[in-house]
């Protein structure tokens, strides 16, 4: 069935430094893949987003590539912050009636000051 | 901030009863989707609403049901609650039939079954 798998569940980094953040999906038939920054006790906040047609996006700090061969998906973040610091997810969907999100299980980033 | 609110923010509830959770949507959007999040977990798709139809559903048992009203707000229900049905209920607010369009989530309801 659908699945993502998202890598790793835990990412401590010093302030300035870069982090990753990796996913893979199952279904090849997936086209959009959001990125989503959740905040304890808040909702999930969609940060960056790629389609299926791009290889990679980028705003600001903050960057998504897409491998579909591999079917494999990343965020970057360059010069981290201490207000980085949250539970990122990723999503697929596939073009269908329903777009229903597919969710990795989370990684915890930690910025250290 | 997204438009999308849910009611209410906390709920306490015991083995066996029923919950109704509300979703009012962000203007403009006609698909409200329902997900579950357990803790440390990301969000598990339960279903979708299309303009006050059922248009997609997760892996969840039929207990789980919803509706969509014409102004497109939503509700979930649970019946005969469990304890693992103890999450956080996001609900995510969209305008559908244009493609994965992004979704707006509001804040959640955190339900506590004991």
Redesign the interface.
């Known amino acids: 069935g659908e699945n993502v798998e998202q890598h790793p569940s835990t990412l401590s980094v010093q302030e300035g430094d870069s982090a990753v953040i990796k996913c893979t999906y199952s279904d090849s038939a997936s086209n959009y893949f959001p990125w989503y920054k959740q905040e304890l006790g808040k909702r999930p906040q969609l940060i960056i987003d790629i389609r299926s047609n791009v290889g990679e996006k980028k705003d600001q700090r903050i960057a998504v590539t897409l491998n579909k061969t591999a079917k494999h998906f990343s965020l970057h973040i360059t010069e981290t912050q201490p207000e980085d610091s949250a539970v990122y997810f990723c999503a697929a969907t596939r073009p269908s009636g329903t777009y229903k999100y597919i969710f990795g299980t989370g990684t915890r980033l930690k910025v250290l000051a | 901030e997204?438009g999308?609110t849910q009611s209410p923010t906390h709920l306490i509830k015991t083995r066996g009863q029923q919950v109704t959770l509300r979703c009012s949507s962000q203007s403009g959007h006609n698909t409200v989707?329902w997900?579950q999040q357990a803790l440390?977990?990301?969000?598990?798709?339960i279903f979708?609403y299309?303009r006050e139809e059922e248009?997609?559903r997760?892996n969840f048992p039929p207990r789980f049901s919803g509706l969509q009203f014409p102004n497109y707000s939503s509700e979930l229900n649970v019946n005969a609650l469990e304890l693992d049905d103890s999450a956080l209920y996001?609900c995510a607010s969209s305008l559908?039939g244009v493609?994965?369009?992004?979704?707006?989530?509001?804040?959640?309801t955190r339900l506590t079954v004991l």
């Open positions: 997204t999308v989707s997900y440390g977990q990301g969000p598990q798709f979708q299309y248009n997609g997760g996001l559908g493609g994965p369009a992004d979704r707006f989530f509001g804040p959640g």
